[in-house]
C-alpha cells in the first residue's frame, strides 16, 4: 500500500463528519485524502442517551465511515493512531505502519478523566469511545446491579436519567454543584427529575480514586459496588503530550482561529482535542467548526486565504430527561417539556440523516 496522502483526517469526529459531508455534495480538495479511525462508525453523542433509554435504535445513532468517505471521495483506513510526528507529518498506527501527508487534521476527541483505581473489584465503564461503552452497557444489563456515576455536567445527568430504573439502584456524584456553568434553574429542573428516577445525588462530593469496590473522596468511603460509570470532563489523549505539537496547560493542542495548530501550521485541530479561546468541548463546538475546517482544508492546499472560526457567544444544550422530554440552556434560560424533546429528536436525525446513517 502507498501510505503517502495529500492529507490525512485523523479520527472521526463530529468536524470531520461535517467535511466528508460538505466535500460529498460540493468539490473538494485536489489529491489524495484519507480518513483514519479505529471504528468503521462514528457515534453522534447527542443520541447515546436516547440509545441507552432504548428510544434509537443502533444502526440510528452511528454513521458507516466507508460510506461516507467513499461519497467524499475520501480514502477510509481502519487503524488504531498511538503516535504522530508532526513534522513530516506521520501518523504511526498501532500495527507499525506509518501513514505520510502533507497536510493534517487532528479531529481525535478526547477522554473522560479517570479516578486512581487500585484492585479489581470494581469495573469502570468509561462514557468514551463510544463504540466500547455500549457493548459493555449491553453486557451489563443482562445482569443488573447498582450503578455509581461520575461527573455531574450534561453527559452524566442525561446518562443516569437515561439508566434510572434499567438498574436497581443508581448513585450521581459531582465535585461540584450539578450542570455547572448553565442557568440555576436548570441544576433545579435537573435535580427534580433525577429525584423523581430515585437516583441519589451527591453533590459537592470529589471522587479521587477507587480501591476494590469503594469510592474514595477525601479519604471517606463514599459509596461501594462494582459497577461505576465515568462522565467527567475531557481529557487529552496521552500521546498528544509526546507529539511535539504546541499544547495547552491541560495538553490539549493549541490552534489559532484558523483552526491550525500554532507550532505547526501544516495541521489542523478541531473538536475536543483543540484548544481555542472561549471554544468549549462539546459536539456543538465541534459541528460548528466544520464548516470552517472545510473551506480552510481547501485554502490552504492552494495558498490562499483562510476563515477564522468565531465561537458563538451562547451554545444552545438540550438534555434528555429518560422520559421523551428534555430541558433546555439557552443563554441564563431554562426550559423543560416534551416540545423541546420534539425538537431535540428532529435535530438529532436531521443531523445523522445527513451523514448517511440509516433512520
Given at each position: 500500500?502507498?501510505?503517502?496522502?495529500?492529507?490525512?483526517?485523523?479520527?472521526?469526529?463530529?468536524?470531520?463528519?461535517?467535511?466528508l459531508?460538505?466535500?460529498?455534495?460540493?468539490?473538494?480538495?485536489?489529491?489524495?485524502?484519507?480518513?483514519?479511525?479505529?471504528?468503521?462508525?462514528?457515534?453522534?453523542?447527542?443520541?447515546?442517551?436516547?440509545?441507552?433509554?432504548?428510544?434509537?435504535?443502533?444502526?440510528?445513532?452511528?454513521?458507516?465511515?466507508?460510506?461516507?468517505?467513499?461519497?467524499?471521495?475520501v480514502?477510509?483506513?481502519?487503524?488504531?493512531?498511538?503516535?504522530?510526528?508532526p513534522?513530516?507529518?506521520?501518523?504511526?498506527?498501532?500495527?507499525?505502519?506509518?501513514?505520510r501527508?502533507?497536510?493534517?487534521?487532528?479531529?481525535?476527541?478526547?477522554?473522560?478523566?479517570?479516578?486512581?483505581?487500585?484492585?479489581?473489584?470494581?469495573?469502570?465503564?468509561?462514557?468514551?469511545?463510544?463504540?466500547?461503552?455500549?457493548?459493555?452497557?449491553?453486557?451489563?444489563?443482562?445482569?443488573?446491579?447498582?450503578?455509581?456515576?461520575?461527573?455531574?455536567?450534561a453527559?452524566?445527568?442525561?446518562?443516569?436519567l437515561?439508566?434510572?430504573?434499567?438498574v436497581?439502584?443508581l448513585?450521581?456524584f459531582?465535585?461540584?454543584?450539578?450542570?455547572?456553568g448553565?442557568?440555576p434553574?436548570?441544576?433545579?429542573?435537573?435535580?427534580?427529575?433525577?429525584?423523581?428516577?430515585?437516583?441519589?445525588?451527591?453533590?459537592?462530593?470529589p471522587?479521587?480514586?477507587?480501591?476494590?469496590?469503594?469510592?474514595?473522596?477525601?479519604?471517606?468511603?463514599?459509596?461501594?459496588?462494582?459497577?461505576?460509570?465515568?462522565?467527567?470532563?475531557?481529557?487529552?489523549?496521552?500521546?498528544?503530550?509526546?507529539?511535539?505539537?504546541?499544547?495547552?496547560?491541560?495538553?490539549?493542542?493549541?490552534?489559532?482561529?484558523?483552526?491550525?495548530?500554532?507550532?505547526?501550521?501544516?495541521?489542523?485541530?478541531?473538536?475536543?482535542?483543540?484548544?481555542?479561546?472561549?471554544?468549549?468541548?462539546?459536539?456543538?463546538q465541534?459541528?460548528?467548526?466544520?464548516?470552517?475546517?472545510?473551506?480552510?482544508?481547501?485554502?490552504?492546499?492552494i495558498?490562499?486565504?483562510?476563515r477564522?472560526?468565531?465561537?458563538?457567544?451562547?451554545?444552545?444544550?438540550?438534555?434528555?430527561?429518560?422520559?421523551?422530554?428534555?430541558?433546555?440552556?439557552?443563554?441564563?434560560?431554562?426550559?423543560?417539556?416534551?416540545?423541546?424533546?420534539?425538537?431535540?429528536?428532529y435535530?438529532?436525525?436531521?443531523?445523522?440523516?445527513?451523514?448517511g446513517?440509516?433512520?
Open positions: 500500500m502507498n501510505n503517502d496522502f495529500d492529507l490525512l483526517l485523523a479520527g472521526a469526529g463530529h468536524s470531520h463528519l461535517g467535511v459531508r460538505q466535500w460529498a455534495s460540493r468539490e473538494r480538495p485536489m489529491g489524495r485524502i484519507g480518513l483514519v479511525s479505529a471504528e468503521p462508525h462514528a457515534w453522534y453523542s447527542g443520541m447515546m442517551p436516547g440509545l441507552i433509554a432504548e428510544h434509537y435504535q443502533t444502526r440510528q445513532c452511528r454513521v458507516a465511515l466507508p460510506k461516507l468517505c467513499a461519497a467524499a471521495e480514502e477510509f483506513i481502519q487503524g488504531t493512531m498511538v503516535a504522530l510526528l513534522e513530516t507529518p506521520e501518523l504511526l498506527l498501532a500495527t507499525g505502519e506509518t501513514l501527508s502533507t497536510w493534517m487534521s487532528l479531529n481525535l476527541g478526547s477522554l473522560p478523566w479517570l479516578p486512581e483505581q487500585s484492585g479489581d473489584g470494581m469495573e469502570l465503564l468509561s462514557v468514551k469511545p463510544f463504540a466500547e461503552f455500549i457493548r459493555r452497557w449491553q453486557q451489563w444489563e443482562e445482569i443488573p446491579e447498582g450503578v455509581a456515576v461520575l461527573g455531574g455536567g453527559a452524566g445527568v442525561e446518562l443516569a437515561a439508566m434510572a430504573g434499567r436497581p439502584a448513585t450521581l459531582t465535585d461540584g454543584e450539578l450542570l455547572a448553565h442557568p434553574r436548570l441544576r433545579r429542573l435537573a435535580l427534580h427529575h433525577l429525584q423523581r428516577a430515585d437516583v441519589t445525588v451527591h453533590e459537592q462530593t471522587i479521587q480514586a477507587v480501591h476494590g469496590n469503594t469510592l474514595v473522596g477525601d479519604g471517606q468511603i463514599r459509596w461501594q459496588g462494582r459497577r461505576l460509570v465515568v462522565a467527567t470532563g475531557p481529557s487529552p489523549l496521552e500521546w498528544l503530550r509526546e507529539s511535539g505539537l504546541r499544547l495547552d496547560a491541560r495538553g490539549f493542542i493549541d490552534v489559532s482561529p484558523s483552526l491550525q495548530s500554532r507550532s505547526h501550521p501544516h495541521v489542523f485541530a478541531s473538536g475536543d482535542c483543540a484548544s481555542l479561546p472561549g471554544a468549549a468541548r462539546n459536539g456543538v465541534a459541528v460548528r467548526q466544520a464548516g470552517v475546517l472545510a473551506t480552510n482544508l481547501g485554502q490552504a492546499a495558498g490562499q486565504p483562510l477564522h472560526y468565531h465561537p458563538p457567544s451562547h451554545s444552545l444544550a438540550l438534555l434528555a430527561d429518560g422520559h421523551r422530554g428534555a430541558m433546555l440552556s439557552w443563554a441564563g434560560v431554562a426550559a423543560e417539556g416534551r416540545l423541546l424533546w420534539r425538537w431535540k429528536d435535530i438529532d436525525r436531521s443531523f445523522m440523516r445527513q451523514h446513517a440509516e433512520d
